[in-house]
């Protein structure tokens, strides 16, 4: 047996004796609170990042570039990852949430920038991500390093799948649809682990959303107002 499996087996055992009383409200249904879009990286531990250990809180989606469009025969469509609990949970509120130094981001930068391309089924995610992220290649400041470019793409991707929601008629209207940015990089103002909120409902404009969430001011921060 691998040393990785068992190590963890072992980590899942502490967590069994953890939880074994936690499931009794939530055994046969589920009302989360929040579905929450998450890039797969490692470096973001989707439930940890909101302080979460409660099962049936919130609904965790994870993808290379957190993105809510799945690509159908009929062109775009949200993601069934995300609509799923939106259709069948009550789930109202919805997190995108990019981070900084993604690499899906980053593997969409190259493609559009320099034909770099991917394994199939690697392209395939990215060219879910490409329409959406080339016009803020285009739009990009070009006095920035390819690092300080990225990690402004990732607000814009973001931006990007949040509007995607928005303009879903599949989403209802009354949906709280909100898109943050985690930092492990020293990016953003704050600790390494913080979250920064960068759009809510669509409105992106910073001044615009502390004045409106003056409770949550402090945690509003963008790198790239465009
Ligand atoms: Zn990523």
């Known amino acids: 047996m691998s040393r990785t499996l068992r190590e963890l087996l072992d ?37 940890h990042v909101w302080g979460n250990d409660e099962p049936g809180r919130l609904f965790t989606c994870g993808n290379i570039g957190n993105r809510v469009v ?4 009929d062109g775009e469509v949200v993601s069934g990852d995300v609509l799923y609990p939106i259709e069948h949970t009550g789930t109202d509120t919805v997190v995108v949430m990019g981070h900084t130094g993604c690499g899906a981001v ?30 803020g290649v285009e739009a990009l400041p070009a006095d920035l390093d390819r690092a300080a470019a990225i990690n402004r793409l990732v607000e814009y991707n ?7 929601l928005r303009e879903s008629d599949e989403v209802p209207d009354g949906t709280d649809v909100f898109g ?5 990089q020293d990016v953003y103002s704050g600790r390494r682990g913080e979250v920064h909120v960068v759009n809510v409902d669509g409105e992106r404009d910073v001044e615009t959303l ?10 509003i921060e963008r790198r790239w107002e465009y």
Request: aromatic share 6%; hydrophobic share 40%.
């Open 11 to 47: 980590g899942n055992a502490a967590h069994a004796a953890d939880f074994e009383t936690r499931f009794d409200a939530v055994q046969d249904a589920q009302h989360p609170e929040a579905v929450t879009v998450c890039c797969s990286d490692s470096r973001v531990l989707q439930d």
């Open 70 to 73: 799945q690509q159908t025969a």
């Open 106 to 135: 980053t593997a969409t930068y190259d493609a559009l920038t320099d034909g770099v391309s991917e394994p199939p089924g690697i392209d395939h995610c990215l060219d879910l991500l490409a329409p959406h992220l080339e016009p």
């Open 158 to 164: 973001v931006d990007r799948q949040v509007a995607f």
């Open 180 to 184: 943050v940015v985690y930092d492990f």
């Open 210 to 219: 502390r004045d409106a969430h003056p409770e949550v001011a402090d945690r």
